[in-house]
């Protein structure tokens, strides 16, 4: 039988910055995930109580949706989480340092001009950016300061650099991409290769720059990762791992 809060009765993400199917609202990260909330009134009560900022900005809407590397803060509770994907591809609220939370990756997903001649580029939350830098390019990600809009850090989409995997199978993998393959007329395939050697191939459309790769070739992420460190265990690791935890 489906919860109370499941199926037809789940509250459903106003329109914002991130697709429905790739964010949830505020109030289930409230009182589902952080537990700082009881019920959804007591959700809006904290909401209209200014107390609750994404990327630094205030939300009052409990609705509002929060998608990948988007910076949940309590001011109050003095406590910042970012919207990550685990190594199974769900949701998962990673608790940050004071001197990151400031700081997010924008996947660049579309770069033009205005009717005047003006550059602009767009990221994967929704923000216009005008008169980037030349060599910010489309599928790069770009480290933006929050408080003042400004981008610090650009990351390129090459081989040799650290991913995050967004979207389809491989979704919250962390890897170095090690190839890639075009395909004119359909979808190039890159290549992948996490911090434990195993290689696995996805969309070029489903990877998020995150970082560069050390000597070794292990993935160096501009900000921090969640547990596991997105590397995917296998069903025997796992069960591995459940019994040395319970032996404890």
Not at 14 to 29: F, R
Not at 104 to 126: E, S
Not at 138 to 157: A, G, H, R, Y
Request: glycine share 8%; hydrophobic share 35%.
């Amino acid at each position: 039988m489906l919860d109370k809060m499941g199926g037809v009765w789940a509250p459903k993400c106003s329109a914002g910055p991130h697709k429905v199917s790739e964010s949830m609202p505020l109030v289930l990260v409230m009182r589902n995930r952080l537990k700082y909330a009881l019920t959804r009134q007591e959700t809006i009560k904290v909401c209209m109580n200014k107390s609750v900022r994404v990327d630094n900005k205030v939300r009052t809407d409990i609705n509002f949706p929060c998608g990948f590397q988007d910076v949940v803060s309590l001011p109050a509770a003095d406590e910042s989480y970012r919207v990550m994907y685990d190594a199974k591809g769900r949701f998962v609220l990673h608790k940050i340092k004071a001197d990151e939370k400031d700081i997010k990756l924008c996947k660049v997903v579309r770069q033009a001009y205005t009717t005047k001649r003006i550059p602009f580029i767009v990221t994967h939350d929704g923000r216009t950016i005008r008169y980037p830098h030349p060599d910010i390019k489309t599928n790069d990600s770009v480290v933006l300061n929050t408080k003042t809009n400004k981008i610090e850090q650009v990351v390129k989409f090459e081989i040799g650099n650290a991913v995050m995997i967004v979207k389809g199978g491989n979704t919250g993998r962390v890897g170095v991409i090690v190839g890639r393959d075009r395909h004119p007329g359909s979808f190039d395939i890159v290549h992948v290769q996490d911090a434990s050697g195993v290689r696995f191939a996805t969309r070029m459309n489903n990877v998020f720059m995150m970082g560069t790769a050390d000597e070794e070739g292990k993935p160096l992420s501009v900000v921090s990762l969640p547990r596991g460190k997105g590397i995917k265990k296998s069903v025997m690791q796992e069960r591995e791992r459940r019994q040395a935890m319970a032996r404890r």
